[in-house]
């Protein structure tokens, strides 16, 4: 394999890679009521992709469809989450332009859709970046006291 295709085909895959280690340590994939509806808008909104890339009968109706399923589903979960965290918000500010994403696809020209992809991929950087500081980085503000010592008082 030469080094080009193999470059190539980390920077395809890794941002994939990533979203998914961040979507297993998630609370999603724990809440099956959610977790079907919003695997199955993930697959439309592929499925509704590759219909507009074959300009098939149907296309505009998968697209709106399966964003318009992500968007209410994923919403719902979020509105019952007791505390949110700035990762939870992050991970909505993704799932709402991956929502935009495919109205977008569904109606506008490409000049929009290539916005809208450009604000896909802020947001699923902001959350892997994000993630990665909360999991491995970010220290405790207040460390626990040594075993041994006395605790300020």
Sequence with gaps: MSSTLAATLLGQFLPLILLLIVAW?????????????VLLAGAG???GLLFRLQHWEGA???LL??????LGCYGALFARKPTKTRLDWLKLALVAALGSWGIALAFAGPNVVR????LLT???????????????LRRPTNPPAAAGSAAPR
């Design 122 to 136: 802020v947001a699923l950087w902001a959350v892997v970046l994000d993630f990665g500081y909360v999991t491995f």
């Design 115 to 118: 916005g809208f992809s450009s």
């Design 45 to 47: 909104l592929v499925i």
């Design 25 to 37: 340590k998630g609370t999603l994939r724990r809440s099956p009521r959610y977790l079907l509806p």
């Design 60 to 62: 505009v109706g998968i």
């Design 65 to 70: 469809g399966s964003a318009t399923v992500l």
